[in-house]
């Protein structure tokens, strides 16, 4: 299983352009998270998704939206992106709700917005 | 709003020392305690979850402890490794099952 993968690795923005982080689990999980971490702070939730068809919003949600039309994909995306937006995105996902079952971790988007 | 602090940030010590990392919490209601590992340019991997019922879990060479009124857990590394060497991280789930997360030590075992 390749569990949880993000596309992509890397991405150089500039300021005012968009683009969508993609973020695929095989698991079967029902719950799905996104995450950034920033030097100096801990991993902050951004949005999440307890379903397909679901969303809601985390600690730090505004500037993003997110999607869950199937439900192995949860998509994050930046409409206009700002220079306080670089950071390390990560995706995770849970069968069950987050604390009570484990969550397994994407390796990560860098992004960097110029 | 629940914070959660990890001290020391940064950790050097010698291949097979036993050693102890500290992360404290404001908000005793919480319904468990992660600890997690970071390696560089990669994602998070569980080690240890701990329910807030519970006072300790083991996996191996680790052992994290729960003092939930104390606000504070500890994770014990038996027998350091250089392979041991990574960020450890540690979450708190409160209400509504969200995870706060503090800052990490950053530990480097050297031979």
């Known amino acids: 299983n390749a569990g949880v993968t993000q596309t992509p690795k890397f991405r150089v923005l500039k300021t005012g352009q968009s683009m969508t982080l993609l973020c695929a689990q095989d698991?079967?999980?029902?719950?799905m998270y996104w995450y950034r971490q920033d030097p100096g702070m801990g991993l902050r939730l951004i949005h999440y998704s307890v379903g397909e068809g679901t969303t809601a919003k985390g600690e730090v949600p505004d500037g993003y939206n997110v999607s869950r039309l199937k439900k192995q994909n949860f998509l994050l995306g930046l409409e206009s992106a700002a220079p306080s937006q670089t950071s390390v995105y990560f995706c995770?996902?849970?069968?069950?709700?987050?604390?009570?079952?484990?969550?397994?971790f994407g390796p990560g988007t860098r992004l960097t917005v110029l | 709003k629940q914070e959660v602090t990890q001290i020391p940030a940064a950790l050097s010590v010698p291949e097979g020392e036993n050693l102890v990392l500290n992360c404290s919490f404001t908000d005793s209601a919480i319904y468990n305690l992660q600890w997690f590992r970071q390696d560089p340019g990669k994602g998070l991997t569980s080690l240890l979850l701990?329910?807030?019922?519970?006072r300790e879990q083991t996996s191996g060479r680790l052992n994290a402890s729960l003092d939930k009124s104390s606000g504070r857990s500890t994770l014990y590394i038996a027998a350091s490794q250089p392979g041991d060497s990574a960020t450890y991280l540690c979450a708190v789930t409160g209400t509504a099952s969200k995870l706060t997360f503090g800052t990490g030590t950053r530990l480097q075992v050297t031979l």
């Open positions: 995770a996902s849970s069968l069950g709700l987050a604390g009570v079952d484990t969550q397994y």
């Open positions: 698991m079967n999980h029902e719950y």
């Open positions: 701990i329910q807030s019922s519970q």
